[in-house]
């Protein structure tokens, strides 16, 4: 398996505070990887370091075999590979078409091509009726598939999706879902934060944890849902299993009792 | 299919009616359509990406500036020194606007920034005794030489600044429509997730800023030519920026026909308080202020935003 | 170049710094309570400028006692100038709110040109040539008494806002607007407020120099040049730094005058204005908020 994404001690430091340390990420073509870990481990400040938007304080990141420290965001959008930002950032006035065809200009050679591609994608994504619609007057739901279209737009390898699922009801999670794995058989490879974690479990092929900015644990869903350490990363004081959201035993912590079972 | 219609007509009124109009009302036209073409160029950088430079000034008088001398001090006929006029401006524009992008000035940073850039070119020429000071310079009109864009009498004015006015905004029309024209709505709706998406932030803006100042450049050269005489304040001073930004404001910055729209309410009705208020200086500025005061407060998209809001919909901007 | 040229010009610069002082606290205490760069901040301080002079010209009251008549009366031009004009277009685009502010300026500024004509205008006052000598510089009366006016209502500001509960209530909205709003504060209230006192100082600063400046419409226009490049340099929203900024300031544009034939003088000025925007934003000193 050709590896797309390869982070090698990867370190962020604020100031004096350590947001990421020391981190070690491999993606490879085909997979799903999942990071997960507490509030505040530092997983989109992972994201912004690798897509661009912070420098590294210290580390290696390369995609497909290039070093990409120091490239503008968009030069490593154009190499393949595209990020969704945690809280929704569409372009609020564009219609939800337009939105997508900036992204589809990325590869497309003219403005047909790029509104084709758009118009596939719009399709694609479940949003179809809406492509007229001004993108500010979208449900959150219909938000984060825009915000996925307008990635997939751009033509990717490697697609970075920050917590797509926050803020959804259980429906929409599900359909969220389905949309995620028609977007990997499309043959993108997908890097995704997640707190919701049947979601993250049922859909990665490797999990990652992240607790106070380092690897705490690596390997299949199941193996990190029985390791020890995450188990009390996000167990907390109270011994109750939460998600980091902090909600009660109903749905994660469910989840990680069962497989221990 | 009406306003197609209507703007055929208004078009061929624009064309064929100014023979027969009197002369001052030829006047008022031509000032209208020349603020709807310093309008429209403006748009291009504060409409449509967004930046809103309050130093424009800079650009217009280097066109005037540029033009002018070379054809006081080497004969070379304004209608080249407008393309060169137009270059230089482009050049300070590029030099300008990316010290102030590179370093990520935004909003009001970014207007504070061109302010100063206008002013320290406004001081340099008025302290310059080469390119005559506080005195400007006279553009010798008395032999007409429609070769050295000169001209008897005010209609071939009124068609050259018609077709610049008219050529400004067929410019804005294709860029809108665009890959410039998406990356740039991408970059003024959010800077951030452009980058994203793939848009180089930079790159875009300072193509729109090429653009705007080469041709807010020409405008200089095109009123050095009309009024005859051009000096540091008049050229380089805020008024101009703000008179080249108004008719974007008020007419709907982002649009194409925004600056038009703009300039046609705002200079009929700056011309008839100057008229009313005989002599009072500052009249008709002081209603550009209230204007401006009232349309961000009623009608912030401006006229086109009002016109477009009564029809439904109209997702691009 | 002597020595002696250069300290008066030292002497002139850092009296004039502290004018805009003066004038650039009102400015960054608008900008750090409003998120706001008042443009129109130079107009009010000529219609300041204005309303000591005729209060002298008519009533012949003294340019440094209009200022007990001048400050509540601006504090109550800048409420009211908040309440109506700003307050409602408080959620407007950025852009929008500079250029209503512009709006403003562009509209005093004309108003008075209509009103009162273009003509300079200078107040005179008997003791308007008094002045000492230091060492080689010529110390006037009146910038001395305008310096120190100024540094001391800027003092007395900085008071106001360390110690009453008004001024509290003012740092702890332009520090965290969220939490202000959480324990009880009228946000609404304090922002008028805050405009208002900030109209107030520059009404004052404009009482202050109307002995030895030319009354004009345009003359706000350079008073608003300086405040920026003050408020900038000192960093938005520093109180220190607008002191510290104003004298700076005023330092580089005397020096600038010494060295530099004409008005060239700006360019020192405006130079500096640029390289801090580009290279320091947040101040020398620091700001409520870099960029």
């Known amino acids: 398996m050709t590896t797309l994404l390869e982070v090698h001690g990867l370190t962020k430091r604020f100031g004096g505070l350590q947001a990421v340390g020391a981190l070690d990420l491999r993606v490879a073509a085909g997979e799903i990887v999942g990071l997960i870990g507490p509030n505040g481990a530092g997983k989109t400040t992972v994201f912004h370091l690798i897509a661009g938007f912070h420098a590294p304080t210290a580390g290696a990141i390369r995609f497909k075999g290039a070093s990409v420290v120091g490239l503008k965001p968009h030069a490593i959008c154009r190499r393949g590979l595209a990020r969704t930002f945690q809280i929704v950032q569409p372009f609020a006035a564009l219609s939800t078409l337009d939105n997508v065809m900036v992204g589809a200009l990325n590869r497309a050679g003219d403005v047909a091509a790029a509104r084709r591609s758009a118009l596939e994608i719009v399709e694609f994504v479940g949003l179809g009726a809406k492509s007229r619609l001004p993108a500010r007057s979208l449900t959150l739901s219909d938000r984060k598939r825009l915000e996925m279209a307008r990635g997939l737009a751009t033509g990717p390898e490697l697609l970075l999706l920050d917590e797509v699922m926050s803020g959804l009801n259980p429906t929409e999670i599900d359909e969220i879902i389905g949309l995620i794995r028609r977007i990997h058989a499309r043959g993108v490879s997908l890097l995704i934060i997640e707190h919701v974690m049947q979601a993250i479990m049922a859909l990665s092929d490797r999990l990652v944890v992240l607790h106070h900015g380092e690897k705490l644990a690596e390997g299949a869903p199941a193996e990190v849902a029985r390791d020890r350490r995450v188990i009390e990363a996000y167990l907390g004081e109270e011994g109750e299993p939460r998600d980091a959201a902090g909600r009660g035993p109903r749905g994660p912590g469910r989840a990680i009792r069962e497989e221990e079972a | ?136 310079l006279v553009v010798p009109t008395a032999h007409p030489a429609p070769h050295l864009f000169l001209f008897a009498g005010k209609l071939p004015y009124y068609y050259i600044i018609l077709a610049m006015a008219l050529g400004a905004l067929a410019v804005t029309w294709v860029v809108e429509r665009s890959r410039l024209g998406y990356a740039l709505a991408a970059v003024r709706e959010n800077e951030d997730a452009a980058e994203a998406a793939g848009v180089d932030a930079l790159g875009v803006k300072l193509r729109a800023m090429a653009i705007s100042s080469f041709l807010t450049a020409l405008g200089g050269t095109f009123y050095a030519q009309y009024f005859a005489y051009i000096d540091p304040g008049i050229t380089f001073g805020p008024t101009v920026s703000i008179q080249g930004l108004l008719p974007a404001i008020v007419g709907g910055a982002g649009t194409v026909l925004g600056p038009l729209l703009g300039s046609f309410v705002l200079t009929p009705v700056s011309e008839l308080t100057r008229a009313l208020l005989r002599g009072r200086a500052g009249a008709d500025v002081m209603l550009y202020g209230l204007v401006l005061v009232l349309v961000i407060s009623f009608l912030p998209q401006g006229l086109m935003g009002f016109i477009r809001g009564r029809r439904a919909g109209g997702a691009r901007p | 170049m002597t020595s002696g040229l250069l300290l008066q010009a030292a002497v002139s610069g850092i009296l004039l710094g502290g004018v805009y002082g003066l004038v650039a606290s009102g400015l960054t205490l608008i900008f750090g309570v409003l998120r706001i760069i008042n443009f129109a901040h130079g107009a009010v301080m000529m219609l300041g400028m204005y309303a ?51 709006g403003l300026a562009l509209f005093l500024e004309n108003l008075a040109l209509v009103l009162w004509q273009g003509d300079f205008r200078t107040l005179r006052v008997p003791y308007a040539g008094a002045s000492f000598v230091i060492g080689e510089a010529l110390v006037e009366l009146p910038r001395l008494i305008a310096a120190a006016g100024a540094v001391l209502m800027t003092l007395g500001l900085f008071g106001f806002l360390r110690t009453t509960d008004v001024g509290k209530a003012i740092r702890a909205l332009a520090e965290e607007p969220e939490g202000a709003m959480l324990v009880g504060i009228d946000v609404a209230r304090i922002r008028s407020v805050a405009f208002g006192i900030g109209s107030a100082c520059v009404a004052v600063a404009g009482a202050l120099v109307t002995p030895f400046f030319y009354v004009a419409p345009d003359v706000g226009e350079t008073f608003n040049i300086m405040a920026f490049v003050v408020v900038v340099l000192g960093g938005m929203g520093n109180f220190v730094g607008a002191l510290a900024g104003g004298f700076i300031v005023g330092l580089a544009e005397s020096l600038g005058a010494a060295i530099l034939p004409g008005s060239l003088k700006q360019l020192v000025v405006f130079f500096l204005f640029v390289l801090v925007l580009l290279f320091r934003p947040q101040g020398l000193f620091g700001g409520a908020r870099g960029r």
């Open chain 2, 1 to 136: 299919m009406a306003a197609r219609a209507a703007a055929v007509v208004a078009l061929g009124a624009l064309v064929a009616a100014p023979p027969l109009l009197p002369k001052y009302f030829l006047e008022v036209l031509i000032s209208v359509l020349f603020f709807a073409y310093l309008g429209a160029s403006w748009n291009v950088l504060g409409g449509y990406a967004g930046q809103f430079s309050f130093g424009h000034a800079a650009f217009f008088g280097i066109g005037a500036y540029t033009s002018t001398l070379l054809f006081l001090r080497t004969g070379l006929t304004p209608w080249l020194g407008m393309l060169a006029g137009g270059g230089l401006a482009a050049a300070f524009g590029l030099l300008a606007g990316y010290l102030s992008f590179r370093y990520g000035l935004k909003g009001p940073y970014f207007s504070l920034v061109t302010l100063a850039f206008a002013e320290m070119l406004r001081v340099v020429a008025v302290n310059t005794k080469a390119v005559g000071s506080s005195l400007g």
């Open chain 3, 52 to 102: 000591s002079y005729w209060l002298f010209v008519w009533a012949g009251i003294d340019p440094y006692a209009s200022i007990l008549i001048t400050a509540p009366l601006f504090f109550a031009i800048g409420v009211g100038i908040e309440k109506v004009i700003i307050e409602p277009n408080r959620g407007a685009a950025e852009h929008n709110q500079l250029l209503l502010t512009l």
